[in-house]
């Protein structure tokens, strides 16, 4: 069985590896702003060999690591900055709607005070001492009685 073991592993793995695709062995075409296998009219032959050595390779997937981690970082920054404006701007928009409700009374209990103030001068316009109070300077009302007066004994 040991025999079958050390015999069969490498064979399966040479047979995987010769039915692969090999990309190294491909052309790769690009026509216009795309890549592809097959030619196309007006394509251009691109070399796609990837001639990097391993430690560059190991040097570009610790740099992506690195890229990856900074953006989550800057990701859960942003996100905390968001969160903080967020609540600014409802504390913002709370205070203003609070003002804005403050002033609305205000200027309800005002109209109110001055309907009050209104009636209560109506009320007192009908007498003639109101009038006369209330009459523009410079201006004189009387009275003149008409009829006959009886004299007083």
């Known amino acids: 069985m040991k025999s079958f073991k050390h015999t069969t592993l490498p064979a399966l793995a040479l047979l995987c590896a010769s039915l692969t695709p090999q990309a190294w062995g491909q ?3 690009r026509c216009g702003n795309s890549y592809s296998q097959s030619p196309c009219a007006g394509g251009v032959t691109v070399n796609a060999d990837d001639s990097r050595t391993d430690a560059q390779r190991a ?6 690591a690195r890229d990856k981690a900074l953006g989550k970082e800057l990701e859960a920054s942003r996100r905390k900055d968001e969160a903080e404006a967020l609540a600014r701007d409802k504390a913002a928009l709370a205070a203003h709607a609070k003002a804005a409700a403050q002033a609305k009374a205000e200027e309800k209990k005002r109209e109110h005070e001055e309907a009050r103030a209104k009636k209560s001068n109506k009320k007192h316009t009908g007498s003639r ?3 006369a109070s209330n009459a523009e300077p410079g201006v004189f009302t009387t009275t003149v009685r008409t009829g006959s007066a009886k004299p007083k004994k």
């Open 129 to 131: 001492k109101a009038q």
């Open 59 to 64: 040097a570009a997937k610790e740099g992506l």
């Open 27 to 29: 052309q790769v075409y």
